[in-house]
Nanobody, 121 residues
Framework: QVQLVESGGGPVQAGDSLRLSCAAS?????MGWFRQVPGKEREFVAS????????YYSDSVKGRFIISRDNAQNAVYLQMNNLKPEDTAVYYC?????????????????WGQGTQVTVSS
């Protein structure tokens, strides 16, 4: 069992930047970030392989968000730049048992509790 704790969320203005962090209780393989707003399904944001060599992004965040990881710290990060009101959501960190990045939530085995990001215009 891997426990995940997200941090770094909060209220910001459109155009601002935020860096989300996710600390894992142990070694992790591929990791990802998802987000969810009330009444909608959880949405893929970004994923990174164990090695860090492969990363995937949703079209809505490509070019603005960057996922990275520090395996020595068992952590993954999401640098969010040029935030937009439509980025407002609860952001969740997730871990796969597989080494490989993946874009579907069903492929993840452990989830954090989420951190709220609110972007005002």
């Amino acid at each position: 069992q891997v426990q995940l704790v997200e941090s770094g969320g909060g209220p910001v203005q459109a155009g601002d930047s935020l860096r989300l962090s996710c600390a894992a209780s142990g070694r992790t393989n591929a990791m990802g970030w998802f987000r969810q707003v009330p009444g909608k399904e959880r949405e893929f944001v970004a994923s990174i392989s164990r090695s860090g060599e492969t990363a995937y992004y949703s079209d809505s965040v490509k070019g603005r968000f960057i996922i990275s990881r520090d395996n020595a710290q068992n952590a993954v990060y999401l640098q969010m730049n040029n935030l937009k009101p439509e980025d407002t959501a609860v952001y969740y960190c997730a871990v796969r048992k597989s080494l490989y990045a993946y874009t579907y939530s069903t492929g993840y085995d452990y989830w954090g509790q989420g951190t709220q990001v609110t972007v005002s215009s």
